[in-house]
């Protein structure tokens, strides 16, 4: 099923790639054009993974097969936005996708695959991914600035200065986070734990999105954003709530500036996350062979954090980043990964640097941790929804990530990656494992 999945988008590429490349920039048509009334893009996804077979003294519940094998994900989307009167816009976005990441997606804390938290199921199925509602309010005497005609944003003109309020079915991650060199991995780093900062366990369902309330506030280089959003009723579950039990807070505060014409940002994010978690310390206490921290749920339990991200162009050609992230790591790993700690730092080279203006070439690095509570938890046997493998002789997790995307066209792209993965899940007694990717990307 998989294999035919991708057969048919990798048919799909070849077809499309000469009708796209004979376009000029003149000639190019959009189905709405660069139109403040209304847009739409579309995004098309296949990213095929490999890995060998590596060593491992053990093998528990949710470890990576040590055995080679490969696995394929494939997500399409379309991006409709509609402007509803001043300021307001509505923003729909249907999305197939489907196949699945290694192993199931277990085995390592920063997985290789940041795509997989769109699939949920294997078997190919469309879903509303977002439907939203984004009302922009100008500040008076503030200048004005012209925004793009982009995915999920439509072409208008706005005051620097302004207050924007969100609320609907979205991910977190396309309002908070965010990092012009390391954010999507439809384009830009695959690894989770790169386009996201591994340690904010942000609230979402199976597929990464949630229903939430975000409002915003720029004043010109500086904002400041809140949100309010549904947790999971379950660790890593399909079905979203919102009580007094459970919910999730985020606050960010951003600075952009300029270094000698260079640009940069940085942001700092705090989160509080409120749900029918476990507890790590008291699963292991009740049981010191083989805890389970499922078994000590209770509505109302917190996670908190904070994050620092950073972004800075060493050249016109060359970007820089860097993520902190620390949680306190007390009670289970609810919506995304199992991260207490984490620091990722890379580099992101334009191809105007040999002549390719459009191709990209990366390299990155992230450690990940974990906190003394959730170590030991694992290391009596424990499992989570992503990590676990009956054992663990605990060392921090480090991952490497170098890829080359080739530009065939404007609109389409192919990207060969290359992981490295050393004491994968945390496991100095597994790895280090070698993960080699290949992605096709469409993007009109």
């Known amino acids: 099923m998989y294999m035919r999945v991708a057969g048919v988008c990798s048919l799909f590429i070849l077809l499309v790639t000469p009708a796209v490349r004979g376009q000029n920039d003149s000639a190019r048509s959009y189905p709405f054009g660069d139109s403040s009334f209304a847009n739409l893009h579309f995004q098309l996804?296949?990213?095929?993974?490999?890995?060998?077979?590596?060593?491992?003294?053990?093998?528990?519940?949710?470890?990576?097969?040590?055995?080679?094998?490969?696995?394929?994900?494939?997500?399409?989307t379309l991006f409709a936005g509609v402007h509803l009167w001043s300021g307001a816009a509505l923003y729909v976005n249907p999305e197939l996708?489907?196949?699945?990441?290694?192993?199931?997606?277990?085995?390592?804390?920063?997985f290789v695959n940041g795509e997989t938290p769109r699939i949920?199921?294997?078997?190919?199925?469309?879903?509303?991914?977002?439907?939203?509602?984004?009302?922009?309010i100008d500040?008076?005497?503030?200048?004005?600035?012209?925004?793009?005609?982009?995915q999920n944003q439509l072409a208008q003109d706005v005051a620097r200065s302004r207050l924007t309020i969100t609320a609907g079915k979205y991910a977190l991650s396309d309002l908070f986070d965010n990092n012009a060199y390391s954010h999507d991995p439809r384009s830009q780093f695959e690894n989770w734990a790169l386009m996201e900062n591994g340690?904010?366990?942000?609230?979402?369902?199976?597929?990464?999105y949630t229903y939430a309330f975000t409002i915003g506030l720029r004043v010109e280089e500086w904002s400041v954003q809140a949100s309010t959003a549904a947790e999971p009723r379950e660790a890593n579950g399909a079905t979203l709530e919102y009580r007094s039990g459970a919910h999730g807070e985020t606050l960010e505060v951003e600075r952009d500036y300029s270094l000698d014409g260079l640009n940069g940002a940085f942001r700092l994010l705090f989160?509080?996350?409120?749900?029918d978690m476990g507890s790590y310390a008291l699963a292991t206490q009740q049981s010191s062979s083989s805890p389970d921290v499922a078994g000590t749920r209770e509505y109302g339990r917190v996670k908190y954090g904070i994050g620092l991200?950073?972004?800075?162009?060493?050249?016109?050609?060359?970007?820089?980043?860097?993520?902190?992230?620390?949680?306190?790591?007390?009670?289970?790993?609810?919506?995304?990964?199992?991260?207490?700690?984490?620091?990722?730092?890379g580099l992101s080279l334009s191809g105007n640097l040999w002549n390719r203006g459009h191709d990209m070439a990366g390299v990155a690095g992230v450690i990940n941790g974990l906190s003394q509570d959730h170590k030991v938890y694992l290391e009596a046997g424990g499992y989570g929804f992503i990590i676990g493998?009956?054992?663990?002789?605990?060392?921090?997790?480090v991952i490497a990530e170098t890829e080359y995307k080739l530009a065939l066209t404007e609109f389409v792209s192919l990207t060969a990656d290359y992981q490295f993965v050393l004491n994968p899940a945390y496991n100095r007694d597994r790895g280090p494992i070698h993960v080699l990717g290949l992605r096709a990307h469409i993007e009109i």
């Open 45 to 76: 996804t296949t990213i095929s993974q490999y890995h060998a077979d590596f060593h491992e003294l053990y093998h528990g519940r949710n470890s990576i097969q040590a055995t080679a094998e490969s696995a394929t994900s494939v997500t399409s």
């Open 97 to 110: 996708s489907g196949g699945s990441g290694l192993s199931g997606v277990t085995g390592i804390a920063g």
């Open 120 to 136: 949920g199921d294997p078997a190919p199925a469309i879903s509303v991914a977002r439907v939203y509602f984004q009302q922009t």
């Open 139 to 150: 500040l008076p005497g503030a200048e004005v600035e012209h925004l793009s005609d982009l």
């Open 199 to 208: 340690a904010w366990d942000y609230p979402a369902n199976t597929h990464g």
């Open 271 to 275: 989160f509080d996350n409120t749900a």
């Open 309 to 345: 991200n950073l972004q800075q162009e060493l050249s016109p050609n060359v970007g820089s980043f860097m993520r902190l992230g620390w949680s306190d790591g007390k009670n289970e790993t609810w919506a995304f990964t199992e991260i207490d700690r984490t620091i990722s730092l």
């Open 389 to 397: 493998d009956g054992a663990l002789t605990y060392s921090p997790e």
